[in-house]
Structures are given as structure tokens and as C-alpha cells.
């Protein structure tokens, strides 16, 4: 006779089942990231995948970081090309929920849960602008997917009214139409004061600089394979002035059409300040001899920390040019006017349209001719104006790609090396479209023809 109160046994685990109590035992002792290719293939396991271990551990040796980086567009495509529409759902969803409880994982490898997003337009089920508000979901894939094409030119297939989610550092998230990014006013007046300070800064160190040029007549001026060979034409240094000037006006007036003109002037602030920064380190350090005889450059004592500052302050009103009348000694390794004249080379080539070649082609002559004039006027060492543009060229590609790729605006690791990359680009989300308008009520034609 059986008794009712007592309830029947539990009936044995499943195979399944097991495996998901070893597999939840072995992500308890040890982080998804370090899985090797036998515990994935556990998981997978687990999961009702047992067909494609083989495929994904065997042969692609897919290990714990791969695994949490594979999205739905790799089991889709080469060299997966998985064919069963419904192994790749289930397993695409699979992958989203191992991704999302391992989001801190996720950015100590570089990626944000948003880099992951599979194939296709967005579900209610997609992923979190951020993890502080679940309710905005999808918000970024439109992003990345028309950016390009209104970078290119292209219309959106979206259309103008696609909603966006927008990530911010203030843990909300923030709604916005397509195409457009916040401008921060706030942070390009902060990037205009430290590229001042900076100016100002570099303009101090030249007459700290100037105290301590070489004697020419202990220290002649060094072998130099372009200066030995070419002789020194006088009015060159004028003429490269010229072409900075010219470069200037032109990317003048790119920003002043320029749909996010706040954003290209942050980031023209940020490497240009940056660049100079590292400028006074190596000036201050190491003083060469003056490239040529012709240079009238003794050194030069000043009387009080007063008497400096006043220098300072006119080597800084004068933007060290020597069209304003400002002449300055030892400033050698490596050429300002060189990370000038490069960087507004760069700025104008990359915020216009691919098509506009004219303007590219006038940018970039103007670029090497200006460079050409700084070694013709014997003004600068060859050395000073290749280390010049190689570090300029770096660092405003570099900037761009992570700015671009949003590989590591959010990552721990750029916010220690790269804090103020992180600081101006933590809520732009891609590349910015170069697109442009009249910021004027009037004329009327202009906001017509230009918007």
C-alpha cells in the first residue's frame, strides 16, 4: 500500500542535464575566456551542438575568447557556412545569452556587447545600448550599418526617422535620429583651452630653448645628406608658411560647413596639442646645432622669469611664424611647421567627400611642397621633418582607427593609455559622415544649395 505523503523519487538526471551541471561546475572554477577547444565543446554539447563540435573545436580550434566573439555573421559565412537556418538561430541565441553573462569579460577582451550583434535588423530581443537601461535595445546596429553609406554618400535604407540608441558615459541611454551625434560643445572648448595651454607651454620651452643653443663655432652644424645637397634657396620658409596658410583656410572653411564641426575641431585640438606636447619633451632634452650657417642664433640670456614670459607670450601671439615677424632659435627636433602643415593635410582629406579629388590633390601638394620649403630654406634637418610627419601621420591614424572601430573607446586598458582619447570619443559611436550645411539663417540659396 503506498503512502501518500511521501513523494516519489526524482527521476535521474538526463545526459543533457549532466552536462549542464559539469559545464556550470567548470564556468564556476574558471572564466569562459580561459576555456580551452574540450570546454567548449562541452558547451556545445550542453547546448544540443553536439554535430558541430567537430567543425568548431576539431577543426577551427575554437577556444573560450573566440567563442564569446562569434556572432551570427561567422556561423553564416566562410569558413563555418553553416546551412541549417534553425542550428543557426538557436545557436546564434545561445551565443547571446553566453555573451551577456559575460559582458565584463567581454571588455576586458576589447569588444562591447554591441560588437557582437548578428546579421539582420533588430529584435526586441537584441542586445542593450548599456547596462544600466535593458528597455533600449537594437539602438546600434542601424548605426553602424548607415554611418557607412552617409559617409560615402548613400542614402540610409532605414530613412531619416530610424530611431538610434546612443550610449553615454552618464549610464542612461539616449535616443537620437539617424546620423546624428551629439556635438559635446561642452568638451571642444576643453580641447580648444589645452591646445592654447599647450601652445603656450611650447612657446615657453623655445625661450628656455634659445638660453642654451649650441655655439657655433664649438658646434658647426650637423652632416645632413639633403642640406649638403641642395643649396639653400632664401625665401622657401616664406613659401611654406604659405602653404600652411593656404591649408588653413581651407579646412577653415570645411568646418565652418560641416554638419559635426564640434567634433573635427576636438579632435584637431586633441592631436594637435598632443603632438606639440610630445615636441616640447624633445626640444627641451636635447638641443642641436643650428642646420646652417646663415642662422643668426647665439644664445640669448634673458634678465628676469618676466622678460621670458613677455618672449613667450610674443613667440605665442605670432604662432611662431616668421610672416608675423617671430624668429626663433633651437626649436629643432622635430618641425613644428611640419606637424602643421600634415595635420590640416589630414583633416582636410579625411572629413571631404572620396570624390572631391581636386581638393585632395591641392591638399596634398600643398602638403609635400610645404615640406620641400622647410628643408630648401636650411631651416630644419632632414631628420626634424621626417620624425615630424612620421609622428603626426601615426598618430592621427591611430586616433581615427580606434575612433572609428570603437574597439576600445570603452576598454579599461584605453582609458589608462589613452585617457583622453577615451574622454572625446566615449559617445561617438563610429565614423562621423561627412556631411554638410549653411550654419547661417541667411542668404536663403546657401542653406538650400549647401544643406
Same mark, same amino acid.
Given at each position: 500500500?503506498?503512502?501518500?505523503?511521501?513523494?516519489?523519487?526524482?527521476?535521474?538526471?538526463?545526459?543533457?542535464?549532466?552536462?549542464?551541471?559539469?559545464?556550470?561546475?567548470?564556468?564556476?572554477?574558471?572564466?569562459?575566456?580561459?576555456?580551452?577547444?574540450?570546454?567548449?565543446?562541452q558547451w556545445l554539447q550542453a547546448e544540443g551542438f553536439a554535430d558541430y563540435?567537430?567543425?568548431?573545436?576539431?577543426?577551427?580550434?575554437?577556444?573560450?575568447?573566440?567563442?564569446?566573439?562569434?556572432?551570427?555573421?561567422?556561423?553564416?559565412?566562410?569558413?563555418?557556412?553553416?546551412?541549417?537556418?534553425?542550428?543557426?538561430?538557436?545557436?546564434?541565441?545561445?551565443?547571446?545569452?553566453?555573451?551577456?553573462?559575460?559582458?565584463?569579460?567581454?571588455?576586458?577582451?576589447?569588444?562591447?556587447?554591441?560588437?557582437?550583434?548578428?546579421?539582420?535588423?533588430?529584435?526586441?530581443?537584441?542586445?542593450?545600448?548599456?547596462?544600466?537601461?535593458?528597455?533600449?535595445?537594437?539602438?546600434?546596429?542601424?548605426?553602424?550599418?548607415?554611418?557607412?553609406?552617409?559617409?560615402?554618400?548613400?542614402?540610409?535604407?532605414?530613412?531619416?526617422?530610424?530611431?538610434?540608441?546612443?550610449?553615454?558615459?552618464?549610464?542612461?541611454?539616449?535616443?537620437?535620429?539617424?546620423?546624428?551625434?551629439?556635438?559635446?560643445?561642452?568638451?571642444?572648448?576643453?580641447?580648444?583651452?589645452?591646445?592654447?595651454?599647450?601652445?603656450?607651454?611650447?612657446?615657453?620651452?623655445?625661450?628656455?630653448?634659445?638660453?642654451?643653443?649650441?655655439?657655433?663655432?664649438?658646434?658647426?652644424?650637423?652632416?645632413?645628406?639633403?642640406?649638403?645637397?641642395?643649396?639653400?634657396?632664401?625665401?622657401?620658409?616664406?613659401?611654406?608658411?604659405?602653404?600652411?596658410?593656404?591649408?588653413?583656410?581651407?579646412?577653415?572653411? *570645411? +568646418?565652418?560647413? #560641416?554638419? &559635426?564641426? !564640434? /567634433?573635427?575641431?576636438?579632435?584637431?585640438?586633441?592631436?594637435?596639442?598632443?603632438? @606639440? %606636447?610630445?615636441?616640447?619633451?624633445?626640444?627641451?632634452?636635447?638641443?642641436?646645432s643650428v642646420p646652417g650657417h646663415h642662422l643668426k642664433c647665439a644664445s640669448?640670456?634673458?634678465?628676469?622669469?618676466?622678460?621670458?614670459?613677455?618672449?613667450?607670450?610674443?613667440?605665442?601671439?605670432?604662432?611662431?611664424?616668421?610672416?608675423?615677424?617671430?624668429?626663433?632659435?633651437?626649436?629643432?627636433?622635430?618641425?613644428?611647421?611640419?606637424?602643421?602643415?600634415?595635420?590640416?593635410?589630414?583633416?582636410?582629406?579625411?572629413?571631404?567627400?572620396?570624390?572631391?579629388?581636386?581638393?585632395?590633390?591641392?591638399?596634398?601638394?600643398?602638403?609635400?611642397?610645404?615640406?620641400?620649403? *622647410? +628643408?630648401?630654406? #636650411?631651416? &630644419?634637418? !632632414? /631628420?626634424?621633418?621626417?620624425?615630424?610627419?612620421?609622428?603626426?601621420?601615426?598618430? @592621427? %591614424?591611430?586616433?581615427?582607427?580606434?575612433?572609428?572601430?570603437?574597439?576600445?573607446?570603452?576598454?579599461?586598458?584605453?582609458?589608462?593609455?589613452?585617457?583622453?582619447?577615451?574622454?572625446?570619443?566615449?559617445?561617438?559611436?563610429?565614423?562621423?559622415?561627412?556631411?554638410?550645411?549653411?550654419?547661417?539663417?541667411?542668404?536663403?540659396?546657401?542653406?538650400?544649395?549647401?544643406?
Open positions: 500500500m503506498r503512502d501518500e505523503g511521501v513523494s516519489p523519487p526524482p527521476p535521474p538526471p538526463t545526459l543533457t542535464q549532466a552536462l549542464t551541471l559539469v559545464l556550470c561546475g567548470m564556468a564556476s572554477e574558471s572564466s569562459v575566456s580561459a576555456w580551452n577547444d574540450k570546454q567548449v565543446a563540435v567537430d567543425l568548431l573545436c576539431g577543426r577551427h580550434r575554437l577556444d573560450g575568447p573566440s567563442l564569446l566573439t562569434l556572432t551570427e555573421a561567422d556561423l553564416r559565412g566562410p569558413p563555418l557556412s553553416l546551412r541549417l537556418l534553425g542550428d543557426i538561430k538557436r545557436l546564434a541565441i545561445s551565443l547571446r545569452q553566453l555573451q551577456r553573462q559575460n559582458q565584463a569579460e567581454l571588455e576586458e577582451l576589447g569588444l562591447q556587447p554591441r560588437d557582437s550583434l548578428p546579421l539582420g535588423p533588430p529584435t526586441a530581443a537584441e542586445w542593450s545600448c548599456d547596462r544600466g537601461d535593458r528597455r533600449c535595445n537594437g539602438g546600434d546596429y542601424p548605426r553602424d550599418g548607415t554611418e557607412l553609406r552617409q559617409r560615402n554618400g548613400a542614402p540610409s535604407e532605414y530613412g531619416t526617422r530610424a530611431i538610434l540608441c546612443h550610449s553615454h558615459s552618464n549610464g542612461r541611454c539616449r535616443q537620437h535620429m539617424a546620423g546624428r551625434l551629439d556635438p559635446e560643445v561642452w568638451k571642444t572648448i576643453l580641447s580648444v583651452i589645452y591646445v592654447f595651454l599647450v601652445f603656450g607651454l611650447t612657446s615657453f620651452v623655445m625661450v628656455i630653448v634659445h638660453e642654451r643653443v649650441p655655439d657655433m663655432r664649438t658646434y658647426p652644424p650637423l652632416p645632413d645628406i639633403f642640406l649638403d645637397s641642395v643649396p639653400r634657396i632664401p625665401w622657401a620658409f616664406a613659401m611654406a608658411e604659405a602653404c600652411g596658410l593656404i591649408l588653413c583656410y581651407m579646412l577653415m572653411l *570645411i +568646418l565652418l560647413l #560641416h554638419k &559635426h564641426r !564640434s /567634433i573635427l575641431i576636438r579632435r584637431l585640438c586633441s592631436l594637435m596639442g598632443t603632438v @606639440f %606636447l610630445l615636441r616640447c619633451c624633445t626640444m627641451f632634452v636635447t638641443s642641436l640669448k640670456t634673458y634678465g628676469d622669469s618676466m622678460e621670458k614670459i613677455q618672449r613667450a607670450l610674443t613667440i605665442w601671439v605670432g604662432f611662431g611664424m616668421t610672416l608675423t615677424g617671430v624668429q626663433t632659435c633651437g626649436d629643432y627636433m622635430f618641425s613644428g611647421h611640419t606637424v602643421v602643415i600634415t595635420i590640416l593635410n589630414f583633416f582636410v582629406t579625411e572629413y571631404t567627400p572620396r570624390t572631391w579629388n581636386l581638393i585632395h590633390t591641392i591638399s596634398w601638394v600643398l602638403n609635400l611642397f610645404g615640406i620641400f620649403f *622647410i +628643408l630648401a630654406a #636650411h631651416e &630644419h634637418y !632632414s /631628420i626634424d621633418v621626417f620624425i615630424a610627419f612620421y609622428i603626426t601621420t601615426r598618430l @592621427f %591614424l591611430y586616433y581615427h582607427t580606434l575612433a572609428n572601430t570603437r574597439a576600445y573607446q570603452q576598454s579599461r586598458r584605453a582609458r589608462i593609455w589613452f585617457p583622453m582619447f577615451s574622454f572625446f570619443e566615449c559617445n561617438v559611436n563610429g565614423p562621423v559622415p561627412n556631411q554638410y550645411h549653411w550654419p547661417f539663417s541667411k542668404p536663403a540659396f546657401m542653406k538650400t544649395l549647401i544643406g
